[in-house]
């Protein structure tokens, strides 16, 4: 009888715990049933998140610009034609006169990369000021005029060199620096900076009675005064894909580098060998986008370079080529600038052969030149 009364109450006690995890699960669910989600609530929070980590990557990357750059303007250096330029921009000398320009090293033993019309043509001297303030006397051991490029030699080594990027992989768009000094040593090496705007542009130069062309120009929009010639154009990464060059004087916001790769070449062999054989061909060509500039005569094309002029007694004049031809390659290699075929040709040394193919007309041939 006991045992009856014992298992009953156990039943009993089951059936009301059971009876309350019934009612405890309605209340529940009823209750999760009626929870609202502010989802507005968790969008503001996300949204306020991702503001948050995109101030701290624009910090981060502001931060790692002026790391780069102060570590690029180590290897800036100022350009004068005269020993004693001056230092303040209340000088009644002109710019033109004093020479004042910007230069970069590219090579610890001492080459410094700049613009011919700041250091003068080959065997001129100027004078080069460092980082730390001293100045050196250079002696120009290249320089093209064409190109406004030049090669500085100073009696120095050790030097922090720039890094050189490749400036056929440029684009549009892409954020650039230039450093250099403006007006005089008094604002040396001041970063301007810009975007992109352009490649493979095309500026008519007339000046002394003279015209002249420089194409396949990078077009910034980064501030380029008078002095910045001869300084870096630089990407964000810190590599220098062109040399400030010429600026429009009647346009806001224009101007122009010549790009790195053109120079790269000669810039090696110094490097290496402390020489440069400059290899010729005779000739004064352009590309197609200084055809609209010229006068009736230059047919329209696609691709390839225009002969404009042979150069008499040069290695072209003793060949089959002609003024109008249209070179279309140089040992295969397919041309569509100027700068196609002078950074091919400064891989050669004079007494090499190249072939040509060429246009006119209707017809093609190759031409074997022995370079100069």
């Known amino acids: 009888m006991k ?150 030699k100073i009696n120095a080594k050790g030097l922090k060199s720039v890094t050189l990027g490749n400036s056929d992989n440029i684009r549009v768009g892409e954020s650039v620096y230039a450093i250099g000094n403006p007006i005089g040593f008094e604002f040396r090496r001041t970063v301007t900076s810009g975007i992109i705007s352009a490649i493979n542009r095309t500026i008519k130069i007339e000046e002394e009675n003279s015209v002249s062309y420089m194409s396949d120009l990078i077009q910034t929009d980064a501030t380029i005064n008078p002095g910045n010639s001869g300084g870096p154009l630089i990407l964000s990464n810190g590599e220098v894909i062109g040399i400030n060059t010429v600026k429009i004087s009647s346009a806001e916001g224009i101007g122009f580098a010549v790009p790195i790769n053109i120079i790269k070449t000669i810039i090696q062999s110094y490097e290496q060998t402390d020489n440069f054989q400059e290899a010729t061909i005779g000739i004064s060509a352009y590309d197609k986008e200084v055809i609209p500039y010229l006068s009736a005569g230059a047919t329209n094309f696609e691709n390839g370079i225009y002969v404009a002029q042979i150069t008499p007694n040069g290695p072209a004049s003793k060949t089959e080529l002609k003024e109008g031809d249209i070179i279309r390659t140089i040992d295969g290699i397919e041309l569509n600038t100027m700068n196609d075929l002078r950074e091919y040709i400064y891989t050669k040394k004079p007494g090499d052969v190249v072939t040509l193919n060429i246009s006119r007309g209707k017809v093609t041939k190759e031409i074997a030149v022995t370079l100069g």
């Open 3 to 152: 045992k009856r009364k014992t298992k009953g109450k156990k039943i009993f006690v089951i059936a009301i715990l059971l009876m309350l995890l019934w009612v405890l699960g309605i209340y529940m669910y009823i209750t999760y049933d009626n929870i609202k989600v502010d989802t507005n609530y968790q969008a503001t929070k996300v949204q306020s998140t991702n503001v948050v980590q995109t101030v701290e990557t624009a910090e981060e990357n502001s931060k790692k610009v002026a790391d780069m750059l102060q570590e690029v303007t180590e290897s800036v250096v100022g350009i004068s034609k005269l020993k004693n330029a001056g230092n303040t921009i209340f000088s009644t000398s002109s710019e033109e006169e004093l020479g004042l320009g910007t230069g970069i090293i590219v090579s610890e033993k001492g080459y410094i990369l700049s613009n011919s019309h700041v250091t003068g043509e080959k065997y001129s001297v100027c004078y080069v000021t460092l980082e730390n303030g001293t100045t050196h006397n250079g002696t120009v051991v290249w320089s093209d005029s064409n190109l406004d490029l030049s090669i500085t």
